[in-house]
C-alpha cells in the first residue's frame, strides 16, 4: 500500500465509525474491524522495523542503542537490558512469524551476542543496564530485565533453533522462579513485616512468558504453570468490588489502603487481559475469555479521560491524588496494547463494544502517537495529547510494543470474523 | 491587611511592574521591592500556618498528616520523616524568630515526641516513612530524612533549649557526616567503578544546615565547614564552561555525558544560591554574593519557560529529551525559592535584573499557586500552569518551603534598601 492510499484509508476508516462509535452504542449489525488488518502490516513492515534497523543497531560494540531522538539520531548510548532483550525477541518473532529476512536474524544475533558477553552477573542475574561496550552500570535490581532476556532467548531458538539459547532460556526463567517471591532482594526498602504487599507485574508477565517458553519447557509444564498464573491475576489482583485489577495488594489479597494499594494502571491490566485472552483461547474456556474480555472494556471505559480523550497513565482507585507525578500523560503502549486486547475481545467474543472502542482508540493512536515524517512512533504525550517528549526510544521505550502490537492487531483481524 | 485590600495591592504590583519587567531591562531608578514584604508576611501568618494547625495534627498518634487534599481533610495517613523534621523545624523556627505562640511550640514537641519515639533505626539512621502509629514502613535509605531530622531538633533546642534535643540533632548530623561519602549504602544500585559519580544535593543542603546547626555544633566547627561546602557547590558542580550548576559530574567535577550527567534541576541550583548568599554575607564577601546572584540570574533565565512561563522542573544540558517524564511542569518550591534568592540578590546586591524576575516570578506564583479559597498552595502545575493535582501536602509537600519562604521574603524585603 502506498503513503497516499495509506492515508485514504485512515481517512475512511475515520469517517466510518464515527456514527458507531457516539456513546459506545451497541450496532445491531455486527461490526468488521477487517478492513484496518493492512494499515497495521503496512506500517510495521514499511516504517517501523526500518526505523530500528537503520538507526539502532551498534556495529562496534554490538547491541542496541535505543535512546533515539525523532529522526532517529543517537543522543545517548548506555544499553538497558530490558530494551536489548525486547528488540532481540521483535526481531526473532517477526522473522519466525512474518518473513524469514536475513537481515532480521542478523539484527537479533548481534543482540543475544551483546548480551550473552556482558549481561549477567556471576549469579546470572541479569544487569539493568551497561555502558555502550558492555560495563555493568546498573546492578540487576529488577527482574524485569531477566523476563525479557528469557523471551529473547526463547524466541531467537524458535528463529534459529541451538541448544544454547534454550539452556540461557531455561536457566534465566528458573532462575525468575527461584527469586519470585523476593525478587527485589538486597535492593527491596520496605521494611520487612509492616506492610507486605503482592505486586501485579510478575505474574502478568508469566501469564505471557509461559507461552514464549511452550518450546523450550515443554507443554505439560506449561499446562501446570497456567492455572496457577490465571489465579493470581484473576482472583487476586482483581478486586471485583471496584471491577478493576490494582497493581498491589495485600498478602491475603486484600485492598491495602495507602499509595501503593490504591494505584490503578489502566494500561496495565488492560496488556494482561489479552494475555489472559490468548490463555483462554488455548484452554478453550470461553467464559475466562468473557471475562477477561469484560474487565478490559470496564478498564479502559474508567481509564479514559473523558476531555481530552486517550488512556490515563495512572490513577487512584479511590480518586485521591496519585503520587506519580506523571499520572495523566499518555503512552505509546498503554493505547497500542488497548488496541491488541480490542481486536482480540472482538474477534473471539464478538462484544460490539470492542468494536467500538477499537475504533475509537485507532483513531487517538494513529492521530497522536504516530510520527507521519519519521518511522516509530511518539512515546509520550501529555494529558491533552501533544508530543511530550520528541525521542523515539529512551531508557524504557523501545523496540517492542509497537511492532509486537501492530503485528498482533494485523494477525488478529486479517480474517474476516462474523459472529 | 484585609483580603481585599491584599488583592488591590496585588493588582496595583502587578500593572506597576508590566513596564520594567519587559524584556528584563534595567531601570536606571533603583527599584524597590519593599512593598511586597506585607502580603508575605500575611499569607503566612493568617493562611499558611493555621491551615497545618488545623489539618496536620495527629491528636491520636502524635506526628503529622501531610497527604492533605486541598481543603486540608487527610486522604493518606503514612508519616514521611522528611515532612515530619521540616514541620517541627518549621514550628520551631516561627515561635523562635516570629512570635511566641505556645501553640506553635506545643506543634513542634508533638512531632518531635513522635520522631523520636519511632522515628531511628538500631544504628540512629532515620526511616523513610512510617505508619501512623509509628512503625517503621521503609528503610534508611535517603540521608536526606536525616538532614531534616537535624534541622528539627536544632531548630527546636533554639525554641525551647534541651540538652536532650541538642544530643539528637549532633548524633544524627555526625551519623550524615560518616555516612557523606557513601550515603546510599547497600541502597545503591549503581555498579561500583563503572561510573561513579557525585551528587549535587548533599553538598548543596550541608550549605544550609551548617547555618542551622550553628548554636549546636559551635562557630567554630562551622566556620572550618563552610569553605569547603563552598568550593564544592561553586567550583565542582558549578560549570563555568555551561554557565549552570550541574547534577551529577564525575569524580574528578568533569562532566558526565549521560542521563544523570546531562540533568538540570534549577530550582535546585537557584534554592542553592540563596544558602551561598547567606554563607557569604556571614563571611563578608561580597565577590560571592555576586557570583551566587549571577549564578542564580543565569539559572532562572536559562530554567524559565518563553512559552508558558513558569521555571520547568527538569532540563538536559545538551537539550536531549529528559529521563524524567514530569521535566515540563511546574513545582511550587522551585517558585518560592526564586523568590527567596531574587529578593535576597537584589537586597544584597541592589541589581536590578533581580527586582525585575522577582516581580515577574511573583506574579506567576501568587496567580498559580496560591489557592484563594482554601489555605496553603497548590503544590504542583502542568506546564500551562493549570493545577496537575488537588493536594496541599502529600508524600514530598509539607509545611515548608511555602512557609520558609514567605517568612525569608517578607523579611529580605521588610526594611527599604537604597543602593
Given at each position: 500500500?502506498?503513503?497516499?492510499?495509506?492515508?485514504?484509508?485512515?481517512?475512511?476508516?475515520?469517517?466510518?465509525?464515527?456514527?458507531?462509535?457516539?456513546?459506545?452504542?451497541?450496532?445491531?449489525?455486527?461490526?468488521?474491524?477487517?478492513?484496518?488488518?493492512?494499515?497495521?502490516?503496512?506500517?510495521?513492515v514499511?516504517?517501523?522495523?526500518?526505523?530500528?534497523?537503520?538507526?539502532?543497531?551498534?556495529?562496534?560494540?554490538?547491541?542496541?542503542?535505543?535512546?533515539?531522538?525523532?529522526?532517529?539520531?543517537?543522543?545517548?548510548?548506555?544499553?538497558?537490558?530490558?530494551?536489548?532483550?525486547?528488540?532481540?525477541w521483535?526481531?526473532?518473532?517477526?522473522?519466525?512469524?512474518?518473513?524469514?529476512?536475513?537481515?532480521?536474524?542478523?539484527i537479533?544475533?548481534?543482540?543475544?551476542?551483546?548480551?550473552?558477553?556482558?549481561?549477567?552477573?556471576?549469579?546470572?542475574?541479569?544487569?539493568?543496564?551497561?555502558t555502550?561496550?558492555?560495563?555493568?552500570?546498573?546492578?540487576?535490581?529488577?527482574?524485569?530485565?531477566?523476563?525479557?532476556?528469557?523471551?529473547?532467548f526463547?524466541?531467537?531458538?524458535?528463529?534459529?533453533?541451538?541448544?544454547?539459547?534454550?539452556?540461557?532460556?531455561?536457566?534465566?526463567?528458573?532462575?525468575?522462579?527461584?527469586?519470585?517471591?523476593?525478587?527485589?532482594?538486597?535492593?527491596?526498602?520496605?521494611?520487612?513485616?509492616?506492610r507486605?504487599?503482592?505486586?501485579?507485574?510478575?505474574?502478568?508477565?508469566?501469564?505471557?512468558?509461559?507461552?514464549e517458553?511452550?518450546?523450550?519447557?515443554?507443554?505439560e509444564?506449561?499446562?501446570?504453570?497456567?492455572p496457577?498464573?490465571?489465579?493470581?491475576v484473576m482472583?487476586?489482583?482483581?478486586?471485583?468490588?471496584?471491577?478493576?485489577?490494582?497493581?498491589?495488594?495485600?498478602?491475603?489479597?486484600s485492598?491495602a489502603?495507602?499509595?501503593?494499594?490504591?494505584?490503578?494502571?489502566?494500561?496495565?491490566?488492560?496488556?494482561?487481559?489479552?494475555?489472559?485472552?490468548?490463555?483462554?483461547?488455548?484452554?478453550?474456556?470461553?467464559?475466562?475469555?468473557r471475562?477477561?474480555?469484560?474487565?478490559m472494556?470496564?478498564?479502559?471505559?474508567?481509564?479514559?479521560?473523558?476531555?481530552?480523550?486517550?488512556?490515563?497513565?495512572?490513577?487512584?482507585?479511590?480518586?485521591h491524588?496519585?503520587?506519580?507525578?506523571?499520572?495523566?500523560?499518555?503512552?505509546?503502549?498503554?493505547?497500542?496494547?488497548?488496541?491488541?486486547?480490542?481486536?482480540?475481545?472482538?474477534?473471539?467474543?464478538?462484544?460490539?463494544?470492542?468494536?467500538?472502542?477499537?475504533?475509537?482508540?485507532?483513531?487517538?493512536?494513529?492521530?497522536?502517537?504516530?510520527?507521519?515524517?519519521?518511522?516509530?512512533?511518539?512515546?509520550?504525550?501529555?494529558?491533552?495529547?501533544?508530543?511530550?517528549?520528541?525521542?523515539?526510544?529512551?531508557?524504557?521505550?523501545?523496540?517492542?510494543h509497537?511492532?509486537?502490537?501492530?503485528?498482533?492487531?494485523?494477525?488478529?483481524?486479517?480474517?474476516?470474523?462474523?459472529?
Amino acid at each position: 500500500m502506498k503513503l497516499e492510499n495509506f492515508n485514504n484509508n485512515l481517512a475512511r476508516t475515520s469517517s466510518f465509525h464515527m456514527e458507531t462509535v457516539n456513546g459506545i452504542a451497541k450496532t445491531t449489525a455486527a461490526t468488521s474491524l477487517h478492513t484496518y488488518a493492512a494499515m497495521y502490516r503496512e506500517e510495521l513492515v514499511q516504517r517501523i522495523l526500518p526505523f530500528w534497523l537503520n538507526h539502532s543497531i551498534d556495529k562496534e560494540h554490538g547491541g542496541f542503542f535505543t535512546c533515539l531522538d525523532r529522526d532517529g539520531s543517537v543522543y545517548d548510548t548506555d544499553k538497558f537490558m530490558w530494551l536489548q532483550g525486547r528488540q532481540v525477541w521483535c526481531f526473532s518473532y517477526m522473522y519466525h512469524h512474518l518473513e524469514q529476512r536475513p537481515e532480521w536474524l542478523e539484527i537479533a544475533m548481534n543482540g543475544a551476542r551483546f548480551m550473552e558477553k556482558h549481561g549477567r552477573d556471576a549469579e546470572g542475574n541479569w544487569y539493568f543496564s551497561l555502558t555502550a561496550d558492555g560495563k555493568p552500570l546498573v546492578q540487576p535490581y529488577n527482574i524485569f530485565s531477566d523476563c525479557f532476556a528469557t523471551m529473547a532467548f526463547a524466541a531467537l531458538d524458535k528463529a534459529a533453533p541451538n541448544e544454547h539459547y534454550r539452556n540461557i532460556a531455561t536457566q534465566t526463567f528458573e532462575n525468575i522462579l527461584r527469586r519470585r517471591h523476593n525478587w527485589k532482594g538486597i535492593y527491596n526498602k520496605a521494611y520487612p513485616g509492616t506492610r507486605p504487599l503482592r505486586n501485579f507485574s510478575l505474574p502478568m508477565i508469566l501469564c505471557n512468558l509461559s507461552l514464549e517458553l511452550e518450546h523450550v519447557i515443554g507443554s505439560e509444564r506449561v499446562d501446570a504453570f497456567i492455572p496457577e498464573v490465571i489465579d493470581e491475576v484473576m482472583n487476586v489482583f482483581y478486586q471485583p468490588s471496584l471491577g478493576l485489577i490494582l497493581e498491589n495488594v495485600n498478602e491475603d489479597g486484600s485492598f491495602a489502603d495507602c499509595f501503593e494499594g490504591r494505584l490503578l494502571n489502566p494500561g496495565h491490566a488492560i496488556e494482561a487481559m489479552w494475555f489472559i485472552m490468548d490463555l483462554g483461547k488455548r484452554l478453550g474456556d470461553e467464559q475466562l475469555i468473557r471475562k477477561a474480555c469484560n474487565i478490559m472494556l470496564d478498564t479502559i471505559e474508567y481509564g479514559w479521560d473523558k476531555q481530552y480523550g486517550g488512556i490515563f497513565y495512572f490513577l487512584d482507585a479511590h480518586g485521591h491524588p496519585p503520587q506519580q507525578l506523571e499520572w495523566d500523560q499518555k503512552l505509546w503502549w498503554v493505547h497500542v496494547e488497548a488496541l491488541v486486547a480490542l481486536a482480540k475481545g472482538h474477534t473471539l467474543t464478538g462484544d460490539e463494544r470492542c468494536a467500538a472502542w477499537f475504533q475509537k482508540i485507532h483513531d487517538y493512536t494513529w492521530k497522536h502517537f504516530r510520527d507521519a515524517e519519521y518511522g516509530e512512533w511518539f512515546g509520550y504525550l501529555n494529558r491533552r495529547g501533544e508530543v511530550l517528549l520528541p525521542l523515539k526510544g529512551g531508557k524504557w521505550k523501545g523496540c517492542f510494543h509497537i511492532p509486537r502490537s501492530l503485528y498482533q492487531v494485523w494477525k488478529t483481524l486479517e480474517k474476516p470474523v462474523h459472529h
